[in-house]
């Protein structure tokens, strides 16, 4: 398996938490993607992806709906995506990703994390070198395509890792940042159904830490995803 894969084998368990969680940032989503790129579906790739995405995490139509509807009403939120980063304590580098519609009381909040658990926030772009990102599409296989097939399909469209989860009996595909809209394009075009789009920060290399000073981190860790501004946290700890 790749670098990427083994990667989020080791994360994804404890991402996003319980179902009210999972609602709250979907919706946030929702929200800035609309604003982004209107209420239609159809005509906006990103909400159509986060729509998909809701289906698949159990989120009630209604829930979705509605939160289609507030966006493009004035009252509505204005939702910022901000990106921390930082180091915990030993060295570990983290990167916070968050959408707040109050910049000042989310930064407070990751500095005063990062301070109560030995760690530092730092400047913005200081821990780019040391992740790739990456944009990262799951989908349903079919049975009329191999993964080596279907990989030499997308190397042309910016994807360069494509592997098979049997946990979740999906396909993982690795693309550039960048490539993002077109290899959502080529999926939808031939037909393949997304459970969920999403970008994730991969680091190239890793700290390896003993128990202790990993049950410190993941404290650290654990207070990041309890806030509701926070939408990702990524992280090089082995």
């Not at 915990?88 to 959408?99: K, L, N, Q, R, S």
């Amino acid at each position: 398996m790749g670098r990427a894969f083994e990667y989020r084998k080791a994360t994804k368990l404890k991402r996003w938490g319980n179902m009210a969680r999972v609602f709250t940032k979907l919706g946030k989503q929702i929200t800035i993607a609309v604003k982004e790129g209107g209420p239609d579906p159809d005509t906006n790739p990103r909400l159509r992806v986060l729509v998909q995405q809701s289906k698949k995490e159990n989120m009630p139509k209604d829930n979705v709906e509605r939160a289609i509807k507030k966006a493009t009403s004035k009252d509505s939120a204005d939702y910022k995506e901000v990106v921390y980063e930082g180091y915990g304590p030993y060295g570990i580098a983290i990167v916070v990703e968050t959408a707040t519609d109050n910049p000042t009381r989310t930064v407070a909040n990751v500095r005063s994390y990062f301070n109560k658990f030995g760690g530092s926030l730092g400047t913005s772009g200081s821990l780019q070198f040391l992740f790739d990102h990456k944009s990262v599409f799951k989908i349903t296989p079919k049975e009329t395509i191999s993964l080596e097939d279907l990989e030499l399909e997308l190397i042309d469209f910016g994807v360069d890792e494509v592997e098979y989860d049997e946990e979740e009996n999906v396909i993982l595909i690795y693309g550039e940042f960048q490539s993002y809209s077109i290899i959502q394009k080529y999926l939808e075009e031939n037909e393949y159904e997304i459970h969920s789009a999403q970008f994730e920060r991969i680091p190239n290399d890793y700290k390896e830490l003993n128990e202790e000073q990993r049950t410190q981190i993941d404290k650290l860790l654990e207070k990041f995803e309890e806030d509701d501004d926070v939408q990702n946290v990524f992280h090089n700890m082995e």
